[in-house]
Nanobody, 126 residues
């Protein structure tokens, strides 16, 4: 059974910060990319960031550039998403997902990702 575990969501005031974590329990991220997606009820899931585990290359959705930072800890087999300067429109359920390959040049669509963690709710209060 492939397992990704996402954690770190919560309630935070506008302008605040959170750090989300995504850990693979049953495989290593070597060779994979990890994408962070978010979904608001009634809307499609969108990719906000990703990291190619092998070389650390990253990609961000324009609306989060300069506010969100994705990173990885190879020793812990964990990917992080640091959320800063949060806005109300960042409120969503955040998911991590893994795909074999380089997400910075492709793999924008959620349907291409093979493994998913459970969602973690991020709520930004105004």
């Amino acid at each position: 059974e492939v397992r990704l575990v996402a954690s770190g969501g919560g309630l935070v005031p506008a302008g605040g910060s959170l750090r989300l974590s995504c850990t693979a329990l049953t495989f290593t991220f070597d060779g994979f990319s990890v994408g962070w997606f978010r979904q608001v009820p009634g809307e499609e899931r969108e990719r906000v960031s990703c990291i190619h585990f092998e070389d650390g290359s990253t990609s961000y959705k324009d609306s989060v550039k300069g506010r969100f930072t994705v990173s990885s800890d190879n020793a812990k087999n964990t990917v992080y998403l640091q959320l800063s300067s949060l806005k109300g429109e960042d409120t969503a359920v955040y998911y991590c997902a893994a795909v074999w390959g380089d997400c910075t040049t492709s793999y924008y669509a959620e349907t291409l990702y093979d493994y998913w963690g459970q969602g973690t709710q991020v709520t930004v209060s105004s």
